[in-house]
């Protein structure tokens, strides 16, 4: 009995330590002015999340998105980070554009609908729940799914992220061709 009280105990320091971590590197995600430490904060991210997915067993899942997201897609992000240099421009110099403007909006969207569906939710709208096998969500199941039944879905978007690999590269090299304005060389 003590010890699996001790072990829930550790089973919410862990949990909140990671959520600390989560909360913590989020917003140094958007806080920090260099968009290399900004990346590397997101991998911290990243991480707790993982350590959340953990606690919940979700281990498949935990170790896509270390794999994933902290692995492959933070290293590109990291890349073209590295790539671009000092060269990115400042996002707010010249006042809040239209896609600063956009942004806004879907976030407000986005939150009116979050606000919307904890209101259903919490009324008992919700309430029914969907029947679920005992296969759902394993590995196995997974890859099934997607090589049979969304294997042109799974396939498009690999050539899309090619695509936007590619698009990303041309940019980058043309923008170096180009001398910057206000910049001496």
């Not at 699996?4 to 862990?14: F, K, M, Q, T």
């Not at 430490?37 to 991480?47: C, E, Q, V």
């Not at 997201?69 to 980070?81: K, N, P, S």
């Amino acid at each position: 009995m003590i010890l699996a009280s001790a072990a829930n105990v550790l089973v919410w320091i862990v949990w909140v330590g990671a959520a600390f971590a989560c909360l913590g590197s989020g917003i140094a995600v958007v806080t920090f002015s260099n968009p290399f430490y900004s990346a590397l904060s997101l991998i911290g991210n990243l991480a707790s999340l993982a350590v959340m997915y953990l606690l919940l067993s979700a281990e498949f899942v935990a170790a896509a998105q270390v794999l994933v997201y902290a692995g492959a897609v933070m290293v590109m992000f990291l890349f073209v980070t590295a790539y671009l240099g000092n060269r990115a421009d400042a996002p707010w110099a010249g006042g809040p554009s239209w896609q600063a403007l956009g942004a806004v909006a879907a976030s407000t969207a986005l939150f009116v609908e979050v606000v919307v569906v904890v209101g259903l939710k919490t009324s008992g709208r919700l309430s029914h729940q969907a029947k679920i096998d005992s296969s759902f969500g394993r590995p196995y199941e997974i890859g099934r799914l997607f090589l049979t039944d969304h294997l042109l879905a799974f396939e498009i978007t690999s050539i899309v992220l090619l695509v936007a690999a590619v698009g990303g590269v041309i940019l980058g090299s043309h923008s170096r061709d180009t001398p910057m304005r206000g910049v001496q060389q």
